[in-house]
């Protein structure tokens, strides 16, 4: 069973309703101690870093995604969601992450309009099973304002250009975060979230 994190943040039902699609079980979970239930965990986000940090910090999550990830349990972080597993973030202030994963995240340059708000394209930097079907350069669906900075290349899975060339997907073993919303790009975001359910 997939649990999609409820912390008072993110477009829960679009991303359960896309799994439901898919013939996934997949349910909104409320409460940390549901997490040990699960079998895949989803942090999606909808709202500024340092206030969806502390939503997490507030209702114990931060501990529960931890624990799940060191357990080997499959997690996938959904736009801020993605942010949160680096270590800090420059929005609005200085704030500490969950440091799944080094870096951090940065405002996009003055050069570029921000957010940046619709399809963009991915450049695929190594084939990895989330990745199966989906093709170099596929477009998905952004709505950011801040962008990853990772510490490690490794730790980058596909990237993208906007003003900059930034992190789009970042993975280490079973945790991985998207930029994008799969759950609103269309053929390529099912696929994603398809093979993101067969991961074990």
């Known amino acids: 069973m997939i649990a999609i994190i409820d912390y008072g943040m993110g477009n829960l039902r679009s991303v359960e309703k896309a799994f439901h699609f898919l013939g996934v079980e997949a349910c909104i979970i409320q409460q940390p101690a549901a997490a040990a239930a699960a079998s895949h965990l989803v942090l999606p986000g909808d ?39 680096f270590d800090s973030s420059e929005e609005m202030g200085t704030h500490a992450g ?40 596929s477009f998905f669906y952004f709505v950011h304002s801040y962008y990853v900075r990772s510490d490690v290349p490794a730790d980058c899975i596909a990237s993208t250009e906007y003003g900059v060339e930034y992190t789009s997907i970042a993975a280490r073993g079973n945790a991985v975060g998207v930029q994008f919303h799969p759950e609103k790009s269309q053929d390529h975001g099912l696929r994603l979230l398809a093979n993101f359910a067969r991961l074990h």
């Open 47 to 85: 709202a500024a870093f340092g206030d969806a940090m502390r939503n997490l910090v507030r209702g114990g999550w931060d501990t529960a995604i931890r624990q799940a990830v060191e357990a080997g349990k499959p997690f996938l972080g959904i736009c801020v969601g993605l942010q949160l597993m």
């Open 98 to 137: 969950l440091g799944l994963l080094p870096g951090s995240c940065v405002r996009f340059p003055p050069t570029v309009r921000v957010p940046q708000i619709g399809w963009n394209q991915i450049s695929i930097q190594q084939r990895v099973p989330l990745l199966d079907a989906v093709p170099d350069g």
